[in-house]
Nanobody
């Protein structure tokens, strides 16, 4: 079994910062791309940022320069540092990871349970 557990969400004021963490655990052979998505009420789930196993990153235009994605492969953990937060960043944030559980098994995309981020004064 493989699971992703997120933490770090909460309530912050505009201009504030939060750091989200997502740790993968279970029978893991290899982790490929990891990323963060977010979904606001009534809207679709959109990509926020992703990072490959080699460290190549990709960001949504709306968060470039404010958010930073990183990963610790030894801990099977991906992070999202969020600075200069805005009201429009309010959403449920989900981490994801493509994980293989064996040498002869293809990767499967896994999702975290989601963590609420609310930006409000």
């Amino acid at each position: 079994q493989v699971q992703l557990v997120e933490s770090g969400g909460g309530l912050v004021q505009p201009g504030g910062s939060l750091r989200l963490s997502c740790a993968a655990s279970g029978s893991i052979f290899s982790i490929y791309v990891m990323g963060w998505y977010r979904q606001a009420p009534g809207k679709q789930r959109d990509l926020v940022a992703s990072i490959s196993s080699s460290g190549t990153t990709n960001y949504a235009d709306s968060v470039k320069g404010r958010f930073t994605i990183s990963r610790d492969n030894d801990k099977n953990t991906v992070y999202l540092q969020m600075n200069s937060l805005k009201h429009e960043d309010t959403a449920v944030y989900y981490c994801n990871a493509d994980i293989s559980t064996g040498r002869s098994r293809g990767p499967i995309r896994h999702w975290g349970q989601g963590t609420q981020v609310t930006v409000s004064s």
